[in-house]
């Protein structure tokens, strides 16, 4: 039999101690409600053994200037936009990630990871349920209060800014050294700096920048204005971006178009819907715009433009052959 004396004392010690445990973390412990359950959590910074940071923690700054405490390993990763799930398997981590928003189908193996939802309506319950140590998101493309919600469960999440070719870069190189690819990220960023400096080799030696209508959409037509990753594309390929008068993304009628006579135009695969006949057939109608005159009317890929990955140089590539097919020529 246990002492009775020896208890009572057990018991005597026990309320000597709780208040001075619950003073070190009571200013720590809050409280939150999750799916009928009341959740007892402890900031990452407490400094109270056994949360994350007794586990391997470090500071990194991400690419919207916050300072966020990410694991020194991430095991459990969940992208919360389809740019960022490409790059990380570009990085050759893919076998991190456990979750992913729709439309991540690239590459193929981004198709099978589980879905949380889309960039812009991201499922917080199903994030949770897929236990990450680590969210991945894009300041202008996931809603904050979602992000500021995930955090609020204890999850970190590192948050990415690419707005240039410049930005996508840096991107890769925060992202290889949040994930341990360090060497893998220099690989392709190096990759990158030469397929720039071709282009830019081939475009010093044009003559001419032709105008250009980028199509992005058909129902209504859409283009890309000035400050856009299209927009700075056309411009390094040594094109005139024709949308570039007005911001964001307008919307075009027929007669602006037939005022502005593009000599190229460039419309993203599947647009509206539409295949690729469809697409060029609808543009056959007008013979008098310089573009179809020529038969400078491309549909061209449109993963190629409009994700801020490495893959964009290619776009960029393509885009350069298109407006200059001389100076790629032997």
Known sequence: ?????VFFLVILLGFCLIPGIMEQCGQFLKFREFRGHVLVTCPRNSGIPGTARAAGIRVLEDQTGRRVEVPVRPRRIVSLIPSLTEIVYTLDRGDLLVGATRYATEPAAAARLPRVGTYLHLDVERIVALNPDLCLAVRDGNPGHLVRRIEAMGIPVFAFDPRSLAGIMDSVRLLGDLLNARERAAQVVTEMEAELAAVDKSVARVTDRPGVFFLIDVAPMVSAGRDTFIDRLI??????????????YPRYSWEDILIMRPEVVLIASMAGGYTREELLREWRKWPEI?????????????DLFDRPVPRLVEGLALLTDLLHPAEGAP
């Open 235 to 248: 411009s390094r390929a040594g094109g005139r971006n024709l949308a570039a008068t007005a911001t964001g």
């Open 290 to 302: 310089p573009a179809v005159r020529d038969n400078r009317v491309h549909v061209v890929e449109a």
């Open 1 to 5: 039999m246990f002492p009775r004396r």
